[in-house]
């Protein structure tokens, strides 16, 4: 499995942008795609999740409502995120879960989002 996260930038509070996540080599084990990020000095922290087959999503209560997360018929993943706020500045990450897996276990090199105030 080989993820890349793409699309990251500077943008002004209230502003949106949208993350891509390119995936490959995923298979009928793949049970989601994450999102996380990690700004510095922090630990990483969980952002949002879609159900590989099904498309359920869900988020991490400081996103809820303003990030959404959807995906193709060519195996991406996007990360659309509005109304950003300072504090969502980070390097983000996607990662792939297999059913039965305890944690996420394939991830991408980050992309950086600054949002300035």
């Known amino acids: 499995v080989q993820l890349q996260a793409y699309g990251g930038g500077l943008v002004q509070a209230g502003g949106s942008l949208r993350l891509s996540c390119a995936a490959s080599?995923?298979?009928?084990?793949?049970?989601?795609i994450g999102w996380f990020r990690q700004a510095p000095g922090t630990e990483r922290e969980f952002v949002g999740g879609i159900q590989w087959n099904g498309g359920f999503t869900w988020f991490a209560p400081s996103v809820e409502g303003r990030f959404t997360i959807s995906r193709d018929n060519k195996n991406t993943v996007y990360l659309q995120m509005n109304t950003l706020k300072p504090e969502d500045t980070a390097v983000y990450y996607c990662?792939?879960?297999?059913?039965?897996?305890?944690?996420?276990?394939?991830w991408g090199q980050g992309t950086q989002v600054t949002v300035s105030s």
């Open positions: 990662a792939s879960r297999n059913f039965g897996a305890p944690e996420y276990d394939y």
């Open positions: 080599g995923l298979t009928s084990r793949t049970y989601a």
